[in-house]
């Protein structure tokens, strides 16, 4: 590579870009201009609707027509409160206070000064306020009493009633930084990834809508020089728009606020932010320019990067999520860990270590990205669109039978079955999961929701199904296999779910009403909803149709990727990670073994020993203690506590014992005569006659 | 036919030797898109290469210019190998077709000086011959507006321009006068003939059999990835018995040719 090249690339590039409008105005006028705007008018919003709330006076009704009539008085003297008696114990304004006094308590207890009661609505400003007035002149009121008794007990010990001074350490400066520090952040996130968005697209597929891509192929530079320096200025076009956002804001900040912004812009913490902008504006730039490379035209370009964008909207958005903390894991999870280090920076309290972690795996993530934009620039199919894209509310009569769906049909259907899922199936299931039909619901999710559209789709796109599906004859050794991978996966599981607990902790009635919901149910039918249903149907519809679309990518891209999926259509954060796992244990089998069956045996196996573990509750730990495993056997499966080290160990051993046997008995791959291009589906082409032969 | 041909004491400057390109189409099965085909230019002469659309004109232009890999076979340009030593190659061509279109945003000045930079010349050189293409090419007046500005003959000057600058030896032009004007092609041919006389050798691509029986030497017919038949004008009218470069071709295409 030379680096010559890449510099000419990417000053070409950056002098195009900026010749652009639409660039610009992303990136210079979306900051220069949203900020003050944004800013001042919510700041001045804010000051008109303090001074109206100071002005309106509160209507406050008072449900008490007999006693107390010295602090009827001092209400009514108040300037600000405007008292009504009444008799109904029902609120007609929503801006107003109702107050009761309890005289009942106050007799019994020999107190001169009543129980209050307060109605008012939290939700509007002006109740809120009122309800201030209310309690300060109450307030009052008590401490005059007070002052009043201690005078006529003339030096007898009195007790005072109980008077409580708000004295709150933070200062508005530092409560105003800290709403800052949740905000900021992810607007700068987003407007640092929306800067990457229009170039990555535009020196991309915009290039090949244009037909230049070739003139370009056509010089003597290499394609990895092309997208480096292609990448270099997206890149920089990105951290400028980061810049420049950070810039206005800051700007923004000292204007308006004066005094008080020192302390939120901080010179060291806006220096810190932009460094640490920089990983993300690689990653973002990368990742988009790999997604758009894939793409003919630049709308086709923006369909793909537009899911990217509103995706990161969510892990960005975590930055405003009070208890929500930057911890060793969160580190890796990349965009959540960038807007929570921001927020951390902002907030004056980061740890290097953080630093350190995000840092790293940012840029590990973002060559993993730029890597892929090279691959694909080498790829002739994508660069030159030879695949045509999925097409829906096409006549099947005019589709032709092929042997795998593709990546774009597999990632349809995967949002079919999510949405399916997510829409369609608590209906199903009586809404909670503690409901009278769950396993009933259950069972027909697997079937209506999962197994029935995959195979129509399958069917439509008249996709060859032993070959889609993995229906194919396997080796009785892996059998074998199946049977170590899951002694080993069985505790590596429950230790993952304890791990889960850390950052994303399952709510406790969760577990509860599951446990419920089962043990309702007759034991084999919840076999059948359990274990059955999900082995047949989630295998067919994963290790399938899925894994099949994914055909194109290479073998171990291929099983992480189906194990994400897999983990991600469990909807539950909080079982995420062990059923990522459980994913990619599954697809290794798959691919390695040639047949689905393998799989299903697994995923069956699997979900049979967690559901009778669970169903027979009671019966398992009395079991657990006899065989020796103690007490905290019964704990382990509620994820309460880490398993003991040596049985990790010696899980992963067996786990990679039957992974090796099943790498060793994978059928041989057929080599066709057509040379390079039989090879574009690893794992798919499988020998038959020789796993016959064994 | 790989072997050197002793035919005239000409030079080879692209040899091509059962060259084949098989893509793989998820939907369909595979298409032998350029399915062993050899020939050889010599320096100095014009090869033309008719063939209908879908014939692997352009494919094959792109395996010769190293956009695209072989599956098979193999092609030297200027006896240096289009797998072995792509950058070389391209280094000697100069590749124009429909589909390599301009920066929209960019000038003629800068998108030559851009290409010559990427060939690795100097900038002192760079100049010179930008100077020089543009007074023969006549588009001084309209180096410094931007591309997409400019009119259809006007672009496909600067694409001229373009892959002249590096000063190659070998030309591979795609349909140089698909979709212009009569005053602009008229302006291109002209322009491949004083090529010609510079003793370039090139290889060009065309639907228009006037065309191909007015500037072409030699004419290669390809059909369905196959050279059909290869030859002079008046060799091919000969061998086919017919009267017209169309009737030959016709001839040819409906498989009498095999």
Same mark, same amino acid.
């Given at each position: 590579m030379k680096l010559r090249n890449v510099k000419v690339i990417f000053l070409k590039e950056m002098l195009e870009t900026l010749r652009d409008k639409r660039t610009l105005m992303v990136m210079i006028l979306g900051p220069v201009l949203v900020y003050p705007v944004l800013i001042l008018a919510f700041s001045q919003m804010q000051s008109i609707q303090e001074t109206r709330l100071r002005e309106r006076p509160t209507t406050v009704?008072?449900?008490?027509?007999?006693?107390?009539?010295?602090?009827?008085k001092a209400l009514a003297e108040e300037p600000a409160l405007r008292v009504v008696e009444t008799t109904e114990s029902r609120l007609k304004n929503e801006n107003d206070v109702l107050v009761k006094f309890d005289s009942r308590r106050a007799k019994e207890e020999n107190r001169e000064i009543p129980s209050v009661v307060l109605t008012y609505r939290q939700t509007n400003v002006h109740a809120e306020k009122g309800k201030e007035r209310v309690l300060a002149a109450l307030e009052k009121y008590a401490r005059k009493?007070?002052?009043?008794?201690?005078?006529?007990?003339?030096?007898?010990?009195?007790?005072?009633?109980?008077i409580i001074e708000e004295n709150n350490l933070s200062s508005p400066s530092e409560r105003l930084r800290s709403v800052l520090a949740m905000t900021l952040p992810m607007i700068l996130v987003l407007m640092t990834i929306a800067g990457a968005m229009y170039p990555a697209i535009d020196t991309t597929a915009g290039e090949k809508e244009r037909g230049t891509i070739e003139t370009i192929l056509a010089s003597p530079a290499g394609r990895d020089e092309i997208v480096y320096g292609k990448f270099l200025s997206v890149f920089l076009i990105c951290i400028a728009t980061g810049l420049l956002n950070l810039v206005a804001m800051s700007l923004t900040f000292v204007h308006v606020l004066g005094g008080v912004s020192e302390s939120i812009v901080r010179v060291s913490s806006v220096a810190l932010v932009l460094v640490s902008l920089v990983p993300l504006?690689?990653?973002?730039?990368?990742?988009?320019?790999?997604?758009?490379?894939?793409?003919?035209?630049? !709308?086709?370009?923006?369909?793909?990067?537009? *899911?990217?964008?509103?995706?990161?909207?969510?892990?960005?958005?975590?930055?405003?999520? !009070?208890?929500?903390?930057?911890?060793?894991?969160?580190?890796?999870?990349?965009?959540?860990?960038?807007?929570?280090?921001?927020?951390?920076?902002?907030?004056?309290?980061?740890?290097?270590?953080?630093i350190l972690l995000v840092f790293a795996s940012t840029s590990v993530y973002a060559s993993l990205a730029l890597r892929a934009?090279?691959?694909?620039?080498?790829?002739?199919?994508?660069?030159?669109?030879?695949?045509?894209?999925?097409?829906?509310?096409?006549?099947?009569?005019?589709?032709r039978a092929k042997p795998n769906p593709s990546l774009g049909e597999a990632v349809f259907a995967c949002m079919l079955v999510f949405i399916l899922f997510y829409y369609v199936s608590p209906g199903f299931q009586g809404v909670s999961i503690g409901g009278r039909s769950f396993v009933w619901g259950t069972m027909l999710s697997e079937w209506l929701l999962i197994l029935l559209p995959v195979l129509l789709f399958a069917r439509y796109l008249k996709v060859d199904f032993r070959n889609t599906f993995s229906f194919r004859k396997f080796s009785p050794v892996h059998v074998f296999a199946v049977l170590l991978m899951f002694?080993?996966?069985?505790?590596?599981?429950?230790?993952?779910?304890?791990?889960?607990?850390?950052?994303?902790?399952? *709510?406790?009635?969760?577990?509860?009403?599951?446990?419920?919901?089962?043990?309702?149910?007759?034991f084999w039918l919840a076999v059948m909803a359990i274990a059955v249903s999900p082995a047949i149907c989630e295998e067919i519809m994963f290790r399938g149709f899925v894994l099949a679309g994914f055909g194109k990518f290479s073998r171990w891209p291929r099983i992480l990727i189906n194990g994400i999926l897999f983990g991600l259509y469990h909807l539950l954060l909080f079982r995420m990670l062990p059923t990522a796992f459980l994913g990619v244990v599954i697809a290794f089998l798959v691919v390695y073994s040639g047949s689905i069956f393998p799989g299903m045996l697994f995923h069956l196996t699997n979900n049979f020993v967690g559901l009778a573990v669970i169903y027979f509750s009671t019966e398992s730990a009395a079991f657990f203690k006899e065989i020796g495993l103690g007490e905290n056997a019964a704990d382990w499966f509620e994820g309460k506590v880490h398993l003991p080290w040596f049985l990790l160990v010696a899980s992963a051993a067996v786990l990679f014992a039957g992974a090796a046997l099943t790498w060793r008995f994978r059928p041989r791959e057929k080599r066709s005569s057509a040379g390079e291009t039989a090879d574009s589906t690893p794992g798919q082409v499988s020998n038959e006659e020789e796993i016959q032969q064994r | 036919m790989c072997e050197p041909m002793d035919k005239s004491e000409r030079t080879t400057a692209v040899e091509v030797c059962s060259l084949c390109k098989v893509f793989t189409d998820p939907k369909r099965e595979e298409i032998r898109a350029v399915d062993g085909i050899s020939f050889e230019c010599y320096q100095g002469e014009i090869f033309g290469i008719l063939g209908p659309n879908g014939a692997g004109k352009t494919t094959l232009l792109r395996l010769i210019a190293t956009i695209l890999a072989p599956t098979s076979g193999s092609a030297r340009v200027c006896g240096y190998d289009v797998v072995n030593e792509p950058d070389k190659v391209k280094r000697t061509i100069g590749f124009l077709s429909g589909s390599t279109?301009?920066?929209?945003?960019?000038?003629?000045?800068?998108?030559?000086?851009y290409f010559g930079r990427l060939y690795g010349m100097e900038k002192s050189l760079i100049k010179k011959r930008s100077r020089e293409i543009f007074e023969v090419l006549g588009m001084e007046t309209i180096r410094d507006r931007q591309l997409g500005k400019l009119s259809t003959g006007e672009k496909q000057k600067v694409s001229i321009a373009r892959s002249l600058i590096h000063d190659p030896p070998v030309l591979i032009l795609d349909e140089p006068t698909a979709g212009l004007d009569i005053v602009s092609s008229k302006a291109i041919i002209n322009f491949i003939r004083s090529a010609r006389q510079e003793s370039k050798t090139i290889i060009l691509s065309t639907h228009y059999m006037t065309e191909a029986e007015e500037m072409c030497d030699r004419i290669g017919l390809i059909n369905r990835g196959r050279l059909t038949a290869m030859g002079t004008t008046d060799e091919l009218l000969s061998a086919s018995g017919t009267s017209s470069l169309t009737e030959a071709f016709f001839h040819y295409l409906s498989g009498n040719g095999e």
């Open positions: 009704y008072l449900l008490e027509r007999r006693s107390w009539p010295k602090l009827k009493v007070a002052s009043e008794k201690v005078e006529l007990s003339k030096g007898e010990r009195y007790v005072y009633p109980l504006a690689v990653l973002f730039s990368a990742l988009m320019m790999a997604v758009s490379t894939y793409a003919r035209t630049f !709308r086709e370009a923006q369909n793909y990067v537009t *899911p990217i964008y509103l995706l990161c909207l969510i892990p960005a958005m975590m930055s405003v999520q !009070r208890g929500f903390e930057l911890n060793d894991f969160l580190c890796l999870v990349p965009v959540i860990n960038m807007s929570l280090f921001f927020r951390e920076v902002m907030e004056g309290s980061y740890i290097a270590r953080h934009a090279v691959k694909l620039f080498r790829d002739e199919n994508a660069l030159f669109s030879l695949e045509k894209p999925f097409a829906l509310f096409v006549r099947r009569r005019v589709l002694v080993g996966s069985f505790f590596l599981l429950l230790e993952l779910a304890v791990l889960q607990k850390h950052f994303i902790p399952a *709510p406790v009635e969760f577990s509860e009403k599951l446990t419920a919901g089962l043990k309702r149910a007759d | 279109k301009l920066y929209a945003r960019l000038t003629p000045l800068e998108t030559v000086r």
